[in-house]
Antibody, heavy 120, light 108 residues
Framework: QVTLRESGPALVKPTQTLTLTCTFS??????????VSWIRQPPGKALEWLAR???????YYSTSLKTRLTISKDTSKNQVVLTMTNMDPVDTATYYC????????????WGQGTLVTVSS | EIVMTQSPATLSVSPGERATLSCRAS??????LAWYQQKPGQAPRLLIY???TRATGIPARFSGSGSGTEFTLTISSLQSEDFAVYYC??????????FGQGTKLEIK
């Protein structure tokens, strides 16, 4: 059974750095083709893909946010960590992690999401 | 960056009727397109990948078609549980995924 769960602070102040952790089970991120992405969704708005880390430790970032994002993995702990620097109120959103099992597949399993509010 | 444009923004359809949702890519994405359903307060659920392959457990009333830049999601006979927001997503550019802005499917 594949599950993913996001964790992190519910509230951050402007200019702070956000650190989110995706803890997963039911698959291994060392399996060839396996990838984990982070996606966010501001309240009432559309989904926005942020970053992806692959089984071979390749990393990819949204063009508009790449200077602020870092993604990493700890395969032994089954975790993927996303950091976002210089948080702003416009970054208030629900942050999701999701799995991609291969290059020709979609995001087939998602966490339930975690709402992050940026406010002083 | 590949831009995904969905239409219409809102679609009003009666239960039992057919719904057709569109997604257009700013450049060819081959068949590397997925559709997701999202209900209020829930994470998105994968419906279709590879433009036309239903994900595990997805009812046959959901079908996807298209390739290149034009794609369609069809729901053949709407059930009450199908009223939700639908997103398309391209993964042709392996370096950078993009989502459409969504279509809200509401009860007429």
């Amino acid at each position: 059974q594949v599950t993913l769960r996001e964790s992190g602070p519910a509230l951050v102040k402007p200019t702070q750095t956000l650190t989110l952790t995706c803890t997963f089970s039911g698959f291994s991120l060392s399996t060839s083709g396996m990838c984990v992405s982070w996606i966010r969704q501001p309240p009432g708005k559309a989904l926005e893909w942020l970053a992806r880390i692959d089984w071979d430790d390749d990393k990819y970032y949204s063009t508009s946010l790449k200077t602020r994002l870092t993604i990493s993995k700890d395969t032994s702990k089954n975790q993927v960590v996303l950091t976002m620097t210089n948080m702003d109120p416009v970054d208030t959103a629900t942050y999701y992690c999701a799995r991609t099992p291969g290059a020709v597949a979609g995001l087939d399993y998602w966490g339930q999401g975690t709402l992050v509010t940026v406010s002083s | 960056e590949i831009v995904m444009t969905q239409s219409p923004a809102t679609l009003s359809v009666s239960p039992g009727e057919r719904a057709t949702l569109s997604c257009r890519a700013s450049q060819s994405v081959s068949s590397n397109l997925a559709w997701y359903q999202q209900k209020p307060g829930q994470a998105p659920r994968l419906l279709i990948y590879g433009a036309s392959t239903r994900a595990t457990g997805i009812p046959a009333r959901f079908s996807g078609s298209g390739s290149g830049t034009e794609f369609t999601l069809t729901i053949s006979s709407l059930q009450s549980e199908d009223f939700a927001v639908y997103y398309c997503q391209q993964y042709n550019n392996w370096l950078l995924y993009t989502f459409g802005q969504g279509t809200k499917l509401e009860i007429k």
